[in-house]
């Protein structure tokens, strides 16, 4: 019972905490002449947001751990939200034409992407004075990471039976203990899925600071996106990145068309 009523508390919290951001929202926009395309981006972040919490949940009942899971849910709870909609948000606020709103758009979205891989390896091996969390707590918690996600593939790949039997074990929510954290973090050194990760995460932040690059902004302004995708992605200044795959297809707008693939 005492179970029951604080994850029902919880759900009302949120519930209240979500109408007032939209009340706060409106009120902060409202006489502006951008305010209703700002509404509209408001709109579409609330919707994929709340998409991307429930495929996160959804995972964690069906032990789905492909990568492309990973990826969509972490596109639509992180990337977007915390960094596509709000430069997105801001450039339509200050007036800025479609073409630059968009571009802002996809830059934020690789960059917060990368942002949340990068979260992913410092939650697996970075220092908790710095992470806020003990090493390893993604992998105690059973959580279906993009990084574990890899190790998957790169398993299969090497034909490491052992190893993905692990991995399964791990997001299939058998109880982990310190023993298999320290395996876990062990594999993914051995089988080359943190590096691979890290690739990636260069990839990511290169293609969002590109992207800036060709939305038309003022160098400064450039510049200065550039220099927060990186610190958010954990590059040293001045890093070299490797080339940038193509984009990943885009997202859709509406809760039905984002859960629907995973019904």
């Known amino acids: 019972p005492c179970g029951t009523f604080g994850g029902a508390a919880a759900v009302l919290a949120g519930d209240l905490?979500?109408?007032?951001a939209d009340d706060t929202f409106a009120e902060s926009v409202a006489g502006l002449p951008s305010a209703s395309r700002a509404a509209r981006v408001w709109r579409v972040m609330r919707t994929e947001m709340v998409a991307g919490q429930y495929l996160d949940?959804?995972?964690q009942v069906t032990g789905d751990a492909s990568a492309e899971r990973a990826v969509r849910t972490a596109v639509l709870k992180t990337a977007l939200y915390s960094m596509g909609h709000p430069l997105a948000l801001g450039a339509t606020l200050a007036g800025a034409s479609g073409d630059t709103v968009r571009a802002l758009r996809e830059a934020g979205r690789s960059a917060g992407l990368a942002f949340q891989l990068h979260d992913d390896v410092r939650g697996a091996f970075g220092d908790p004075a710095a992470t806020?969390?003990?090493v390893g707590e993604d992998i105690r918690?059973?959580?279906?990471?993009y990084l574990l996600a890899v190790a998957g593939e790169r398993c299969a790949e090497l034909g490491d039976?052992?190893?993905?039997g692990l991995l399964e074990r791990i997001t299939g929510g058998a109880r982990t203990t310190e023993e298999d954290v320290?395996?876990?973090?062990?594999?993914?050194?051995s089988c080359g899925a943190r590096d691979r990760v890290a690739r990636r995460v260069e990839e990511l932040c290169a293609r969002g600071a590109e992207t800036v690059a060709r939305a038309g902004l003022a160098r400064e302004a450039a510049d200065r996106i550039g220099a927060l995708f990186g610190a958010a992605c954990?590059?040293?200044p001045g890093r070299a990145a490797a080339p940038p795959e193509p984009p990943a297809p885009s997202v859709p707008p509406t809760l039905p068309v984002l859960?629907?693939?995973?019904?």
């Open 234 to 236: 954990g590059l040293e």
């Open 161 to 164: 039976r052992a190893g993905l």
């Open 141 to 145: 918690e059973g959580k279906a990471t």
């Open 57 to 59: 949940l959804r995972a």
């Open 132 to 134: 806020g969390k003990p």
């Open 17 to 20: 905490a979500l109408a007032w």
């Open 259 to 263: 859960i629907g693939e995973a019904r």
């Open 182 to 189: 320290d395996r876990v973090l062990d594999l993914l050194v």
